[in-house]
């Protein structure tokens, strides 16, 4: 505590207490401990300037204030998380020795941790990714890959579980299994539609008989996660590019430069197979303006009237 702050004995008390039992009957190791005490420190000076001078007066309220008071100073929203989870703990404490009847911070949540989103592939740098003209069956197949994750902005997954009966080359059209099991039909063409011709045509000399899978390894069986993983950000490393290559950046920047050459959210959510249209507003790190013009300029409630429209 700091010592030029006076505890009440109504608060000290019950924090002592609190201590004892983490360190004599939960047995926790020295590091827990101290950290619990300095989190529950800090929390108690708070109080005490708001003029809480017993516990039973915290309420969901103050506990609030406490994890705004933690936003304001600029801590991480899993600073607060710690800090918040320390006065849970001490709270269920206090009830199991009857000073609480229930726990004021159980309710309350910190902010949610912001999810780091994968920098997009310029076109230039794509560009350079793809220009793989080795005529081997493997880099075949990878530079197929490649083409097809950022031609129809494919999730890992979806790309791996791909069998060679779910390519309608005539619709240009390939049937994946998304997330939650929801299948969905992603286009592709081009380049992609290309190369996967390509690659069919080797495929018979890497796959083993009667493999359904569309990618396979060197042993001739489904190609595996990981195998994706390697062989992309080696791919990455010998065409020269300078970002940190994988197939989730490679969907990424499928994305992005949909978005920025069409505008239009809508299509670029089918294409990824979101569910909720908030998920591709965050993975294509839009902003909130650019969101406020697509609504302004296309719903018929929001835009302004034109003088002849009267």
Known sequence: MNPNVNVPDALAGPLQRFYDYLNHEKGLSAHTQSN???QLSIMTQQLIVLGIKDWQQVDAGWVRQLASKG???????SSIATRLSSLRSFFDYLISIDILEANPAKGVSAPKKKRPLPK???????????????????????RSMMELMYGAGLRLAELVGI??????????????IGKGNKERKAPFSGQAKEWLVCWLKVRPSLASEGEPALFVSKRGTRISHRNVQKRMEEWGIKQGVSSHISPHKLRHSFATHMLESSGNLRAVQELLGHENISTTQIYTNLDFQHLADVYDSAHPRARKKK???D
């Open 36 to 38: 619990y005490q300095r």
């Open 71 to 77: 936003m304001r100073e600029g801590l991480k929203a």
């Open 120 to 142: 997009n592939l310029d076109i230039d740098d794509v560009g350079q990714l793809l220009d793989v003209n080795d005529n081997d069956p493997l880099s075949i197949r990878d």
């Open 163 to 176: 069998d060679i009966n779910h390519v309608q080359f005539s619709q240009g059209e390939i049937r994946v």
């Open 307 to 309: 003088k002849s429209d």
